[in-house]
Nanobody, 125 residues
């Protein structure tokens, strides 16, 4: 499956953004899906992951209660709703997918074989 991420931008602290990840060549019903982010000079960081047919999403502690992952009815678009944004949320955000992932591996970038190109999110203070 090929992924295309979009929706990033510049927002003030406390604001909201919604990122989108569109799949082609497959649907998200067949894939586990995640969002990661990478700030300058830092490693790629897990944000949220979900196995759509097996349980609730897993969120990083840093975003729990502020970010929500969801998907469209056609199962070709996944969203990341980001509320109460903070300057430390500034990063390039990537969506990722893989056909089979166990729960304990959701947060590992190496578990995913399809990646979107990334979309920049900048939160000003």
């Amino acid at each position: 499956v090929q992924l295309q991420a979009s929706g990033g931008g510049l927002v003030q602290a406390g604001g909201s953004l919604r990122l989108s990840c569109v799949a082609s060549g497959g649907t998200f019903s067949d894939y586990a899906t995640a969002w990661f982010r990478q700030a300058p000079g830092k490693e790629r960081e897990f944000v949220v992951g979900v196995r759509w047919n097996a349980g609730s999403p897993r969120y990083a502690d840093s975003v729990k209660g502020r970010f929500t992952i969801s998907r469209d009815k056609d199962r070709r678009t996944v969203y990341l709703q980001m509320n109460s944004l903070k300057p430390e949320d500034t990063a390039i955000y990537f969506c990722a997918a893989a056909p089979r992932i166990i729960w304990s591996s959701l947060a590992l970038p190496s578990s995913y074989d399809s990646w979107g190109q990334g979309t920049q999110v900048t939160v000003s203070s």
